[in-house]
Every structure is written in C-alpha cells, then in structure tokens.
C-alpha cells in the first residue's frame, strides 16, 4: 500500500506492507533508528514520536494509519548541531546514561510541555507514566524536564 | 593538575543519544542480511516427540530452517565459575545446548530456528514449524526442587541439586552461640526472582566473510572479549582470532548481557553455514523468557544478640535456584558473591551459610545488579532491624554499637571477615550518622506519633550495606572457582600529536566511561580532555578485557590505564631529558610539560611525543613511539558502603505504600565524576525499589511464566517515586592507584532493605513483624489484617 | 513483534464501514486507535484478515451537546474526551475516567469505541458508562440501534455487539455529581478496581470494573445508600469476584467496597 507522510520536515512516499508498524517503518525504510523498540505491549514508551503533534508510541500504530500524517522524530528535534531545549537540559542533568529511551523520553518531555509548559513535580512524574527508564531512577530525567519548561519559557 | 577529577563533566556521549544517533546492535543493517526467528517451547517440562520442518522450509522467504539435528554447537554453552560441594565433590554440570533436542527444561527453550529474508517472513515461517511434545510435571521453586519425588530436571541429577556449600564458621559452634544468645531473631522469606528487564532488548547479528573464513560479530553484550573466548573455544570451536566482536552502545545491561547466550552461538554458527549475515533481536517476551534471571533464594535466618545489642551469632540455610542449566557466572553468584558479604559492617564473631543450589525449570538465574550482594544485605539489615525492635533497641543504635571500628588500609590492617574475605578500609559510623541528620531522624519518632493520631501510617526504615565489588583478584577468584581471569586491561596510545587513544577492556551501556576515564586520564597526563578519546566495545581495537559488571570499570579497568600512563610518563621523562640535557632525576612533570626542577626549562607533552616518534634527536637505545598496554590484576576486591534511609506511609485501606522520602549516604572511595556517581546511584536505589515494592517473575504450576511482559511485571515508574536524596562520604580505597571503590551495584543493595524495614516499621505497632517482597498492596493489607 | 499479514481499507463513511464487515464478517476487525488490538494482533492473538480503518469517518471523533445529553462519538479519544470544556462541565466523570487510562500517548491513541468494542473486564470506561446509563449507537448494514449500558457488557471480552456492528457514539446524560476511582495495578495501569458513582437526588448509580469478568452495576449499593458512605460494604454482593496475583478475590473484594466508599464519599 502506497503512503505519503512528512517526517521531520521531509516527504516520503512508500509502498508498504500494512503489517509494517509505524516504528520499523521510521527504523527500517528511512533509516531513523532513534526510535527504538523496547516492548511487544505499549508499555516502555521507546518508541514514541510525535504525530500531527501529538506524543504516540509508533510500535502501536500502523505506518499506513500515518497516510498523511506530519511526525517529529527524534531525529527532528536538533536544529543541526543545534540541541532542543530539552535536549539540551537532559545533556546539562545527566538525564540519560544508557540511552536506549531518552528518545522516547524526549518526545513525550516535547509534548507533556506542549500541553503544559509549567508543569509541577507530580504533573512531569504523571506525564512520564508510559516511559520506563531503567538506569536513570527518573530523578535526573525529572529535573531535565523542569529546567526545559525554563528554558523554553525564558 | 586535577583540573577534572571531582568535577561534574557533562558527558560527551550524551550528544549522539539525544539525537538518536546511538548506535545500537538492532540499529545495523548489512547488505543481504537475513533474519532469525525462534521456534520456543511453550512448556517448562517436555519431551520433544518430534519436530516437522517441511512446511516451514518451503515457506515464502525462507533461506533455511535448522534444528538440534544440524549439529550446531555441539558441545553446548559452558559454565564461567565452578563452585563445589563442601564435601569436596565435584559441582554437577548439566549440557546447555543452544537448541533443545529431547527434552525442554524451560519455557521458551528453543527447538528450531529459521532464517529468512525479513523478520516478519522469518516469524510467519516459524509458526509453520511442527512440533510434538508430551508435556511433564515442572518444578519451579528451589525447595520444591529438593524434595523427594520432585519432577526432575536433568534425569542424570535425579535430586536436581547442582551443589551444596557452605562458608564461615563451624556450624555446630554457631548453633551453640544462637542456643545461649539472649535474643535469637528469626526470618524465613523467599528474596523474589527478578527480571533485569534492560530497556534494550539483547540483539545479535553475525556477518561470516567467506574469503577469509572470518566473522564479525555484532553484540549487545557488557563484555566482548569474553564472549568470544567463551564462544569460540567451548561452543563453536573456530579459532578465535579469525572472529571479531563488535559491542557499540548496549542499551542497559544490569547484569543480564555478561553471559554468553545461546542466540549468540547460534547467529554466529549461522552465518558460516549460509555464507551471509544473520540478525535476531529479542522481543520483550523472548526477553522475559531468555534472559538469565536475578535473585531467587528460598531463606531461612536467625540472628542472636547478647543484653547489649551485640549481634553473637548469624545462622542462614538457603535453596537458590540456578535455573535450567548454569549460566556463565551463575555458580557464583549464591556463593562467593553472597556468602563473602555476610559479615555486613558489624563485628558478628560467628557466621554460618549454608547453601543448597538446585535446577528448576526455569531461565537460568545469574547475576543482576549487584549478584547476591543485595541478598546478602537485605536479610542481615532486615535481621538487625527486627531484632532491634523485638529487644526495644533504637535501629540506628544498633548498628552503630555492632559497626567494625574505622580502618583505612594503610595506618590500620584490613578487617578480616569470618567469611573468608579481607575489606579493603571502612568508616561506617559518619556514613549512617549523615543519612540520620539529613532525613531528620531525631524528630522522626514524634512526627510517626502524631501522624498515627490521625491514622496515617508512618514509618522509617534503615539499612547499611557493604559489598565487595572491583572484581576481583584473579588468583583468588581462581581459588574459589572462576574459570577466568579478572584482571583488566588498559592501553594508552600517545599519537604523534601528543592526542590519547585510551582503549580499554571495559563496556559501557551507560556508566558513562568515555567522560569519567577522559577525566582522569587528562588529569593524570595534564592534558585538555578534548585531547583524550577513549575506545571500548570492539575486539579488533582493544587487545583483550574482562568487560563491565561487579563495579569493576573505574576500580580495575581504571588502574590498568593508570598504569600504562605512568608506562608512558617514564619513558617521556627519558625523551624530556634527553631534550632538555638534564638527568630524568632533574625533572618534573606536571600541567602538561616536563621541567627542570629549578628552572623555566620545559618540554611539552606534545613535543615529547613528537620526538617519540620522529625520533632524528633521540635517546640512544630508546625505542620509538609512545604506545603501552598494561594489563592489572587488583590487589584485592574494594569495599565500598553506606547507609539508606527510607520513609513510607502505608496506606490503612488499601496496603499500598507510598515512598514519601528516599536518603542516600554512600561511600565509593575517591570520586571522579559526582553526577556520574549520583546517576548510578539513584538509578540502583530505584531498582532495589523496584524488588521491595513492584517486581517478581511468578510461575504457575505448569511452570508457565505469569508475569512474561509488562502488562504483569511490575517495575518502577516516575511516578511511583521520590527525588532520591544523595550524599556521600570518601573513604579512599588504599590498594589501587585512584583510590576509587565503585558505585554501580550500590543503589540496589541498600535500597531494598531500606523500603521493606520502613513499612515493618509503619506497622510493626499493629503485630507486622514481616512481609514477603514485593510488598504489593495485596501483602501488605494482608499483613495489617493478620 | 510482527502482526501476520492482513489487508487494510481506511472507510470514509459509516456505509462503506458497514458493507466491508457485512462482505467480510469474522475476518474482519475495525480499526480505530488501534490501541487494544494491535499488541493482540502482534502477539497474534488475533489474527485478522482485512483491518477496515474508521478513524477518518467524519462526525465519528465529535464530542456534541444535544439537549439533555453528550454525545460522544466511538472514535474521540481518551485525550480529547479529558480536555474537552463541555465534558469538563457537563460530565466530568467521564474527563475523570479517560484521565485514568493508560498514559499519556495512550491517551492521545486510543478511542473510547475501541475501548468498549474491546470490553477488557478490567478497563475504566464500563464503570462510568454503567454509572451513567449511557447509551450505545451502534451500526450495521441493517440500520442503527442504541443499546443500554446495562444490556452492553456481557463477559470477558463480550459485549451485545453483533458480530456486524461498529459504535458510531455513546451518549451520555449530563452527569453534575460524579466520581470516578480508581485503584491502578501496577504493571499494566489497567483497574484493578474501578467505581464510578453518580448521584442524582436521593439515589446514586454506582459503576464497577475490574472486579468481575464483566463490568456491573452494584445495585445492592445503590439498594442499600443512605446518603452515607456505609452500603460500601455491599460493593460485591453476589458477585463473583475475579482473582490474580495482583489481586486475589478477597483483597479485591475489599477493595471494590474501600473504592465504593471513596467514589461515595
């Protein structure tokens, strides 16, 4: 089946198979293997992108429900060598050690501001409930999302 | 200069992961690669009757399909570490094969394998694959194991044990001290089997180059030279030297990627046979199934206390489970991982453990974060802490009148245990005393009083831990059984620029190494870090290394770089005074440049590794280049500690339990990189939370795995917890050349002990004197109800 | 994990919905969030032939007011339903339900038509939709009918969906005094319990989830309240109580009436 989507800004436009979920779609047609695959049930939130906007978990979704869709991937979110403020506060707190779901992390960090940009303490907690991370206890991943919603509001 | 060590460096690989430009294992992709897919049993306890192929075979995609008649891999996946009885016998050794032919000993045992053009062909193609078993009765508990007319595992052991030690002291004289004790305190509880559940799931692809008969190896392991070792002498039997094994970024290891897996044999086996490269990439389930377990000790404890307090006497007999078969290091992990900690902080005079290690029909167990230290720790601080209160003793009071006196190694000998280890140097006492002032523990008993007037339940728990990591001294982890070496290599290549390549035999899948070795490397040479780049995670770069588990990068991979810097700053000196026409006696090296004592007479690093290798104005005799390698075999294990307080609230209806504080006061020798070090910690006290509060793999009586995915297994999520609140104290570590004692596995060994004694604590008014982990809301109610 | 292979039409209308699954019966399976049936059909648990995807049906993702009613239509999903003013004002329960599902990119996914076609015995809406004695619509080749909450949920995973039937909307009454409760299990963050009360006057209608195979009205609480929170402890007469190793059937019990009396409270 034929699809058209814009991904970080590019257009695509291929024949896919309608079993091809959305996250191999991005990992094994365009080469975008920042978003990753760390469950079989919705659960760790690896893979999420954005869709029109919107944070999703892109191993639950079909590439051709994307037909037409605008995503963000992770891939998307440095302007050049230019770090995303939540990019970059995860960088500044050591939100990361591992890796494997700070691009998960990152964009669901993008829209948890996006639907919030002054979030609490328990607000980012609550908003970080469908993304596991096994190295980090959360703690810095916490706080890199608090010193974003700064940055960005600045 | 020490312009970096104790800084916070912000860490360098963060860039390509925050771009998504990581380079994981299920990221590559070779031209024509084909794609595996496993066909698993779906029962614990079976006889393979037959397996049909045909219709697979001719399925669309598929290259080929193989089974245990191939003969892939015929001597099966060895065992790293053997472990006797303690009547000397031999510890029983069952065939791991890398896919099962008669009988299934777990659920998910492969028994066919096929190989395809897609994954999604390669998965269709499996469901194809006929098989016939006649299903058994399965044992999944270790004591259920040891009982007479128990199903049995492997039908050469029919009493399913694989060994029966014991360590300390005499057990008759031990029983005889708990017999006259003044208070004898009991425990009697299973330490859960756990999932390590890396985010990552492990992922392989073989790529075998038939012109030169070689492979490449693409693994997501924490150590790829003893992968291939292992791999290569014992499973495949091909020569090690025509296989390279490539590990680059490893999403998240905590144990569960040190082993050699069958998977791993099998794509590498694979690649030969189809002259073309093979991926396969677990799924969450596959993981759950495959992936070598952690914990998994059926306990039973008693601590005796004389009038005062003083602990007298320390009494364990457990059954751990080893599994199906013996993963790499699994012998180990019950024993000399275990057993050696018993000691804890405290002066007990008398210690006795004893045990039974039977096969169930299971994954194998082996270790996960912190591999039988954390077991250790959570019945010796749960055993205190209810004596304690049982004897109407302040918990923290007891510990401090049983701690060992401060040692630091060099002044004072080393403490020697009764559990055969020697600790390194320890100042218990100010760690514990720091984590009681910084969670307020002088007014914690009346804000519990007045919280309990309005019926909310609350409580606060203590542990301190000690454990022994920078593993380990080869001669004497060779003498308790390891079948390797666990020394550490270290190789420092001056380029003529006088830039660093720092390769290293360490993994990082996370730890940060590439940032916290550049640091002290930098400083050690006086050098901008920027000028330091450090390499690790490929055979072909790195001469050979032991890899990262035990908390042993800094402690052991860190000395062996210490050691060849110090390789290259004398033979520079040599250079430098030649140069500078001074004696190497005349000079001295610091901030980058050698100078004459005494003088503005200098020569930079740089010019000195210039002259190294553009040798025209040179010492006679002195060989060109400044290039060396070291290999270092640690003086001794570290031992680092520290104590964790948590406070809970209980919730009165429900049972569930709310982590309202978490306090960390932890000391890991000599600090390089502060945030690096807090990173590890929070993230091993939130999984030592994870087993008090949330995590446990159930079977059911068929042996089916109940909690196969993350719709039933539990773990940790952001909003399950607390900040984590760290601090720390520095006890250098006297033998090894950083003072550094490692930090790694700490979090997870303090924590679980901590939560679980803050809930008894919450209760223990009400007659709770224990609950089993994980304290579900389900338990705890249930004990409040008791 | 990898789906086994299927066809795939995306409808533009409820017609074209209706004649495929009329033309392809049991081999077909509408496809909205796709948030319940795609992990099933990558563990192929399910495996259908043809996903006939509705989510671009116009009208279908509406959330409208009509009279004394809010209309919900089966493809809005759970983060539109949370943020929507006019169900923030006029039935907040239902906002405070869908805030209880899954997690956030969950919530941007998922339908509340998916949900309840799907009827997990342990999913949140039921509790409210049985709370609120909304209504139904549903659709096939033969025309629309409306079927009451009570007469929707009959067993794990059953519902009085004929096998050629898609919700097109639920309609809800306009709820002012209700409340949803939920009591997470932590793995999955489905409802180990889930009541939703709604009192109305002197009455209250009190729905429960996660606590039987199928979701109930707990008519001995509503029997027995008296403005007090005390017909709690009726939250599970004669019902048959569900057990896991989360929750067996006594602690769950005990927690449909702790959750009961909460939502009352």
Redesign the interface.
């Known amino acids: 089946m034929r699809i058209s989507l814009t991904v970080n800004g590019k257009q695509y436009s291929h024949d896919v198979?309608p079993?091809?979920s959305l996250a191999h779609y991005l990992?094994?047609v365009l080469?975008?293997?920042?978003?990753?695959?760390?469950?079989?049930?919705s659960?760790?939130g690896?893979c999420t992108i954005t869709l029109n906007g919107d944070a999703v978990k892109s191993c639950t979704l079909l590439a051709v429900q994307a037909d037409g869709c605008e995503i963000v991937?992770?891939?998307g979110?440095?302007n050049g060598a230019e770090?995303h403020p939540i990019?970059e506060s995860?960088?500044?707190n050591?939100g990361?050690?591992?890796?494997?779901?700070?691009?998960g992390m990152?964009m669901t960090a993008s829209d948890i501001l996006k639907n919030n940009p002054n979030p609490t303490?328990?607000e980012?907690?609550?908003g970080?409930?469908g993304?596991?991370?096994?190295?980090?206890?959360?703690?810095?991943?916490?706080k890199s999302i608090q010193q974003a919603a700064e940055k960005i509001n600045q | 200069m020490g312009s970096y060590i104790g800084k916070?460096v912000?860490?360098r690989?963060?860039?390509?992961?925050?771009?998504?430009?990581?380079k994981?294992t299920?990221?590559i992709?070779l031209p024509n690669m084909t794609h595996m897919a496993f066909v698993r049993s779906p029962y614990a306890s079976a006889n393979v009757l037959s397996v049909d192929t045909s219709e697979a075979e001719k399925a669309e995609g598929v290259v080929a399909v193989f089974t245990a008649e191939d003969g892939c891999g015929q001597y099966g996946v060895p065992c790293g570490w053997q472990v006797n009885f303690k009547n000397g016998e031999t510890m029983r050794e069952p065939q791991h094969p890398l896919l099962a032919k008669d009988k299934i000993r777990h659920v998910g045992e492969p028994v066919a394998i096929v190989i395809a053009e897609t994954?999604?062909l390669a998965?269709?193609a499996a469901?194809l694959v006929a098989v016939e078993y006649e299903e058994l009765p399965a044992v999944t508990n270790p004591k259920e194991a040891m009982k007479d007319g128990a199903p049995k595992v492997h039908d050469q052991f029919p009493d399913n044990m694989a060994f029966d030690w014991c360590i300390g002291n005499d057990r008759a004289e031990v029983e005889a001290a708990l017999e006259k004790a003044h208070h004898v305190t009991e425990l009697e509880f299973i330490n859960q089997r756990l999932a390590p559940?890396?985010?990552?799931?492990r992922s392989y692809i073989a790529d075998y180059d038939v012109n030169g008969d070689k492979w490449t190896l693409y693994t997501s392991t924490q150590n790829p030279h003893l992968i291939r070792l292992l791999m290569c002498a014992f499973v495949l039997g091909i020569p090690e030297h025509k296989v390279r094994v490539v590990s680059y970024?490893?999403?998240?290891g905590?144990g569960s990627k040190i082993y050699h897996y069958t998977e791993e044999a099998l794509v590498t086996w694979v690649s030969r046979e189809i002259a073309r490269p093979v991926k396969w990439t677990a799924?969450?389930?596959e993981a759950f199934l495959m992936d070598a377990h952690g914990r998994d000790h059926v306990v039973k404890s008693k601590m005796g206390f004389d009038k005062e307090g003083h602990i007298v006497a320390h009494l364990t007999d457990e059954y751990c489970s080893m599994g199906a078969y013996l993963s790499t290091f699994a012998p180990a992990i019950p024993t000399y991982l275990h057993g050696t900690l018993f000691q804890g902080l405290y002066k007990t005079p008398l210690i006795h453990l004893n045990v039974v290690a039977p096969f169930t029909h299971t994954v194998p167990v082996d270790a996960y974060r912190g591999a039988g230290r954390p077991e250790a720790t959570y019945l010796i601080e749960r055993l205190v802490s209810k004596g304690a209160k049982e004897m109407g003793m302040d918990p923290a009071e007891i510990r401090f009148k049983n701690f060992i006196e401060p040692f630091d190694g060099v002044n004072q000998p080393g403490y020697q245990t009764q559990v055969a280890l020697q600790y390194d140097s320890g100042n218990y006492a100010p760690a514990l005393e720091k984590a009681l002032d910084a969670i307020g523990y002088k007014d914690f008993r009346k804000e519990q009083a007045e919280a309990r007037k309005n019926g909310k339940l609350l409580g606060l728990g203590i542990s301190t831990w000690i454990e022994g990591c920078g593993i380990a001294p080869s001669a004497v982890v060779g003498a308790l059984g390891a079948r390797a070496g666990l020394y550490e290599v270290g190789h420092v290549r001056v380029q003529p620029t006088g830039k660093v390549s720092v390769y290293t035999g360490t993994h990082s899948?996370?730890?940060?190494h590439e940032t916290a070795f550049a640091q002290f490397v930098a400083d050690r040479l006086g050098i901008p870090m920027d000028d330091v780049e450090i390499i690790h995670g490929d055979t072909e770069q790195v001469a050979f290394g032991m890899g990262t588990y035990g908390s042993r990068s800094l402690s052991v991979g860190g000395s062996a770089i210490v050691k060849s810097i110090e390789k290259v700053l004398e033979k520079g000196a040599k250079i430098a005074a030649h140069k500078l026409e001074a004696s190497v006696e005349d000079l001295e090296y610091a901030g980058g440049k050698w100078t004459v004592k005494g003088t503005d007479k200098s020569i930079s690093f740089g010019d000195v590794s210039l002259t190294a290798y553009v040798p025209h104005d040179y010492p006679q005799g002195l060989e060109p280049g400044l290039d060396f390698s070291s290999f270092y075999d640690p003086a001794n294990f570290t031992f680092p500690f520290g104590a964790h307080l948590a406070i809970v609230e209980v919730d009165q209806?429900?049972g569930?339990v709310d982590l309202k504080r978490f306090v960390t006061c932890d000391d890991v020798g000599n600090i390089i990189n502060p945030?690096?070090v807090?990173?590890q910690i929070?993230?091993?006290?939130?999984?030592g939370i994870g087993q008090a509060l949330?995590e446990e793999v159930?079977f059911d009586e068929s042996g089916q795995m109940?909690?196969g995915?993350?719709?039933?297994?539990?773990?940790?999520?952001?909003?399950?917890?607390p900040?984590?609140e760290t601090h720390n104290t520095v006890t250098p570590c006297p033998h090894n050349p950083l003072g550094v004692k490692g930090a790694g596995e700490a979090?997870a060994i303090g924590s679980t002990p901590a939560v679980v004694n803050a809930v008894v604590d919450a209760l223990w008014h009400l007659g709770v004197r224990d609950i089993q982990m994980p304290l579900?809301?389900?338990r705890v109610?249930?004990a409040m109800q008791q | 994990?990898?789906p086994?292979?299927f066809d795939y039409i995306k409808v533009s209308s409820i017609n074209e919905a209706v004649d495929l699954v009329d033309k392809h019966g049991f081999d077909a399976k509408i496809l909205a969030g796709g948030h319940s049936l795609i992990p099933a059909m990558k563990?192929?648990l399910n495996t259908p032939s043809i996903l006939i995807d509705i989510s671009g049906i116009e009208g279908m993702n509406e959330i409208k007011e009509s009279g004394d009613e809010i209309i919900v239509g089966a493809n809005c999903t759970h983060k539109q339903i949370m943020s929507s003013d006019l169900v923030k004002n006029q039935l907040n329960i239902l906002a405070q339900t869908a805030a209880t599902i899954g997690d956030v990119q969950v919530r941007n996914r998922g339908t509340i038509g998916g949900s309840l076609a799907h009827s997990d015995p342990s999913a949140d809406y039921p509790a409210t939709v049985l709370a609120c004695d909304a209504k139904i619509e549903v659709t096939s080749k033969n025309g629309s009918r409306t079927i009451d909450a009570e007469d929707f949920f009959q067993g794990i995973f059953t519902t009085a969906l004929e096998d050629d039937e898609i919700i097109t909307a639920v309609r809800f009454p306009k709820v002012k005094d209700g409340n949803y409760q939920k009591?997470y299990?932590?793995?999955?963050r489905?409802a180990v319990v889930g009541v939703a009360v709604v009192k109305d006057g002197n009455g209250v209608k009190v729905g429960i989830t996660g606590v039987a195979d199928t979701p109930y009205r707990a008519k001995a609480v509503e029997k027995a309240y008296d403005g007090s929170t005390d017909a709690a402890t009726h939250a599970v007469d004669g019902v048959d109580v569900m057990s896991d190793?989360?929750?067996?059937s006594e602690?769950r019990a005990?927690?449909a009436k702790?959750m009961v009396?909460k939502a009352l409270a």
């Open positions: 198979e079993r091809l990992r094994e080469n975008l293997t920042g978003t990753h695959i760390g469950c079989d049930t659960s760790c690896a991937t992770i891939e979110m440095a770090l990019q995860f960088k500044e050591h990361l050690q591992c890796g494997f779901c700070t691009p990152v303490e328990e980012i907690r609550h970080l409930e993304n596991f991370c096994r190295c980090t206890g959360y703690h810095n991943i916490v | 916070s912000k860490r690989e963060d860039a390509r992961f925050l771009k998504g430009e990581g994981y299920d990221d992709k994954q999604a998965r269709d469901e559940n890396a985010i990552e799931p970024d490893v999403g998240g905590f799924d969450r389930s899948h996370g730890q940060g209806d429900t569930k945030m690096i807090d990173g929070h993230g091993g006290v939130v999984q949330l159930v109940i909690t995915s993350y719709m039933d297994y539990a773990m940790p999520r952001a909003d399950d917890l900040m984590i979090g579900t809301p389900q109610w249930k | 994990m990898i086994a292979k563990l192929r009591f299990q932590s793995a999955s489905f190793h989360f929750a067996d602690y005990h927690l702790v009396k």
